[in-house]
Every structure is written in structure tokens, then in C-alpha cells.
T-cell receptor, first 110, second 116 residues
């Protein structure tokens, strides 16, 4: 089983829709979690960190479920500019190496 | 500049030649990572530096790949006797190390390597 697993998609959604992605991780010692965004032919950039209490940034909400070992990203009112690949990132306790998922591709269509 | 820089941005080489890729980290970032990304694929971890030492080089695909970091700053990734399957974008990322585990990685723009 991969350390971090994501549905590769693509998720094709109309503008204005709400879309959610999940990411599962296998190591219960995982400590910190992130969502990165990668545009086509660009480097990944941090979208948001995922805290135990969950966090929200505008149209984006991230949640962590430690019991089931997954994190989620919810995007409300999708914009065309949200089209990208969303990478789930997991960091193990006391270990500086981070593990990236293979990404979920989102395409928002007019 | 304030960000991570990589050079060259593009490199075309012939099979069998050696190539050297460079990463200049953000000042003060002691952790440095190299990844490889083939077209349409996810990030493949290659090696991680903490200061000048490499606690984890488990991702290097073969002994043709090596990396070093000097002065806790610039890092070079060297690929010897390049093969066509080495063609990919090589990404460098750096990170500040402190008590927080929530420090994000900052990525450079990558070096696009094409082996003919």
C-alpha cells in the first residue's frame, strides 16, 4: 500500500460547483499535512496546511480525520482558475522527509 | 532573489553524457530536497539534505545519480551517462527546520532535462 494515496481524477466540474477530494495515508505516526497546488508545467505551491481542528481559507476547507487516516479538501463555488492538480502531502513525526501523493487533477469547465 | 532558484531551466543532452543541475535555496533553509517529475506523473523523491549531510538518499534511482551540498547552501544533482528515461523535470525544494513540523516546502521552477 502506498504511503499516500489520491484519486488521480480527472474531476470535471462546472463553474460554481462544490468539489471534494480525499487523500488517505498509511502511517499513523504522520504528524503534519498539507495540500499543494500544481498548475500545468509549474512547480507545486502550498495551498493550505491541514490542522487537527480543520481550517478554512475563503472557498477552501481542509479537514483531517486521524481515526480513518485521511485528509480532505473542499472547494466551494469552483472557478475556472481552480483548474490544477492538487497534491496531498504528509510528514511523519520527527522526520523531515515529506511524502507527496500523486495528485488529483481538477478541471473546472465553463 | 527571495525564492529557490534552479539552473539551467532547460537542458538538452545526448545519451551517455553527464549533466549537472544546480539548486540555490532560500537563505536560512537548512533542509533541501530533490524530486523528479516525469510528464503527467507525480513527484518522485530523490534525496534530502539536512545541512550538508544527506540522511535520506533512498530515492536515487541508480548509482548514476549523485548529489552534494556545500556550505549548507547550494546543491548540485549530477547524472552520469544519461539515459533517455532520465528525461524529466527535476525540482528542488527547501524548507526551514525548526520545532514546527508545519514548515512548508518552497519549490524552485525546476530544470527540464531532455536526453536525446
Amino acid at each position: 500500500r502506498k504511503e499516500v494515496e489520491q484519486d488521480p481524477g480527472p474531476f470535471n466540474v462546472p463553474e460554481g460547483a462544490t468539489v471534494a477530494f480525499n487523500c488517505t495515508y498509511s502511517n499513523s505516526a504522520s504528524q503534519s499535512f498539507f495540500w499543494y497546488r500544481q498548475d500545468c508545467r509549474k512547480e507545486p505551491k502550498l495551498l493550505m496546511s491541514v490542522y487537527s481542528s480543520g481550517n478554512e481559507d475563503g472557498r477552501f476547507t481542509a479537514q483531517l480525520n486521524r481515526a480513518s487516516q485521511y485528509i480532505s479538501l473542499l472547494i466551494r463555488d469552483s472557478k475556472l482558475s481552480d483548474s490544477a492538480t492538487y497534491l496531498c502531502v504528509v510528514n511523519k513525526l520527527g522526520y523531515q522527509k515529506v511524502t507527496f501523493g500523486t495528485g488529483t487533477k481538477l478541471q473546472v469547465i465553463p | 532573489g527571495a525564492g529557490v532558484s534552479q539552473s539551467p531551466s532547460n537542458k538538452v543532452t545526448e545519451k551517455g553524457k553527464d549533466v549537472e543541475l544546480r539548486c540555490d535555496p532560500i537563505s536560512g533553509h537548512t533542509a533541501l530536497y530533490w524530486y523528479r517529475q516525469s510528464l503527467g506523473q507525480g513527484l518522485e523523491f530523490l534525496i534530502y539534505f539536512q545541512g550538508n549531510s544527506a540522511p535520506d538518499k533512498s530515492g536515487l534511482p541508480s548509482d548514476r545519480f549523485s548529489a552534494e551540498r556545500t556550505g549548507g547552501s547550494v546543491s548540485t544533482l549530477t547524472i552520469q551517462r544519461t539515459q533517455q528515461e532520465d528525461s524529466a523535470v527535476y525540482l528542488c525544494a527547501t524548507r526551514q527546520l525548526n520545532l514546527s513540523s508545519y514548515n512548508e516546502q518552497f519549490f524552485g521552477p525546476g530544470t527540464r532535462l531532455t536526453v536525446l
